[in-house]
């Protein structure tokens, strides 16, 4: 019989998941259910809802650390974190809308399952590398705990850096401390409109490689969201410095043309809908995530747009291409011999009915050394495979 069990305590999840690994049933790891639409269909008849594992346990904002339970809404968490003038500086995405979801709806553990950063990860870094600390149950029923509450504090294997990214396929995170920032003081985007997407990723690598301390690079070309392309540079910090780098940015790239400045709270509500990918919402078109080199986004671009009916931007100065194919197929061959045509990448699915994940490779395939690796480590902390069975590859 089907079954939906929800704990509240650590404890509680324990006990789960040794009676699941005893009784060799298979459960799908769920917080509130708006990453249930990334990887593969789970292979699984109970649920291990975590939205009762919910709750601040402590934040010391002076110390800049915050421990959470993970299934509280991330929604509460950056709430609290700027009614304290700091952030979450990896900027996590929110797939709620591109899945046709509501917004807000994630939690702290499905952030970090999907290790989800949003256009500041250039500079600040991924999900991973903002966590201090984890407490989890194994597949094995085991609870564990790794790191704690210090920067520095590191001995022995980085197990959080392992779970980041897993899906929920290694272990149940229960409670997770996490590193908080200042936030800055203001924002600003610098935006040139109406350049191709070489010359606007010329622009995005250049005024990354400047002194500038760029926090964002995108460009929207023309019919992404606008009628014009939007080549657009984040700047943050200090007013005085924002004005100072601004005219900076303006003396760099002069030669590309006049910018317009986008002050806040313009220049957040725009990093927001590239963030979550908003141009591609309110479809159910098939939408990759495609990670690659910078400087190779746009022949990636032009090689696809020669084969298929598509629509792409770019976030991380290039590096992150989204995008969308118009004929409502996932064109897997395509998309990914296009990869491997401009020298290799990572091409994923985020967006396609469940009858078409079950039935590829969602995920980018794994070189077999590296796949050989992610089975060990699935042997040593889910031996049984209860944890979301399939979620990232068939049968594991």
Not at 181 to 194: I, Q, R
Request: hydrophobic share 40%; aromatic share 6%.
């Amino acid at each position: 019989m089907d079954a939906t069990l929800k704990p509240r305590t650590t404890q509680e999840i324990e006990d789960a998941v040794k009676w699941a690994a005893a009784e060799e049933q298979p459960l799908e790891i769920m917080g509130q259910g708006s990453k249930r639409g990334l990887g593969r269909p789970v292979q699984a008849a109970h649920v291990l809802d975590l939205s009762g594992v919910a709750g601040i346990e402590s934040y010391e904002p002076a110390e800049l650390v915050l421990t959470v339970k993970a299934g509280t809404p991330i929604s509460d968490v950056e709430k609290l974190v700027d009614e304290n003038a700091q952030e979450l500086s990896f900027e996590p995405m929110d797939y709620g809308p591109l899945q046709g979801l509501d917004p807000g709806k994630g939690t702290v553990g499905g952030v970090l399952a999907a290790n989800l950063s949003g256009p500041r990860r250039i500079k600040a870094g991924a999900a991973r590398d903002h966590v201090l600390g984890m407490e989890a149950v194994s597949g094995r029923g085991e609870i564990f705990n790794s790191g704690g509450k210090v920067v520095k504090n590191v001995t022995g294997y980085d197990l959080p850096r392992a779970l980041c990214g897993s899906f929920g396929t290694l272990a149940v995170a229960s409670t997770v401390t996490l590193k908080v920032n200042p936030k800055p003081e203001t924002s600003a985007s610098f935006v040139l409109s109406g350049l191709g997407d070489e010359s606007a990723v010329q622009v995005l690598c250049k005024a990354m490689g400047s002194s500038a301390e760029v926090s964002g690079a995108a460009h929207l070309p023309a019919g992404v969201g606008a009628e014009k392309s939007r080549t657009i540079l984040r700047l943050e910090g200090f007013e005085t410095s924002v004005d100072y780098r601004f005219k900076g940015l303006e003396q760099l790239l002069r030669s590309f043309g006049s910018p317009e400045r986008l002050a806040e709270p313009d220049s957040r509500t725009l990093w927001r809908t590239i963030r979550d990918v908003e141009p591609f919402a309110g479809s159910n078109a098939p939408v990759w995530r495609i990670s690659v080199a910078p400087t190779m986004g746009p022949k990636l671009v032009e090689l696809l747009r020669g084969k298929l009916d598509i629509q792409a931007f770019y976030d991380w100065s290039g590096g992150l291409v989204w995008v969308t194919v118009l004929d409502g197929l996932v064109h897997e061959t395509e998309i990914r011999g296009a990869v491997q045509e401009i020298g290799g990448g990572h091409a994923t699915l985020v967006r396609a009915v469940p009858s078409v994940r079950s039935n590829m490779d969602v995920f980018q395939p794994q070189p077999g050394p590296l796949a050989s690796l992610s089975a060990r480590l699935k042997a040593q902390f889910d031996p049984s495979g209860i944890l979301n069975p399939g979620r990232m590859a068939a049968g594991v």
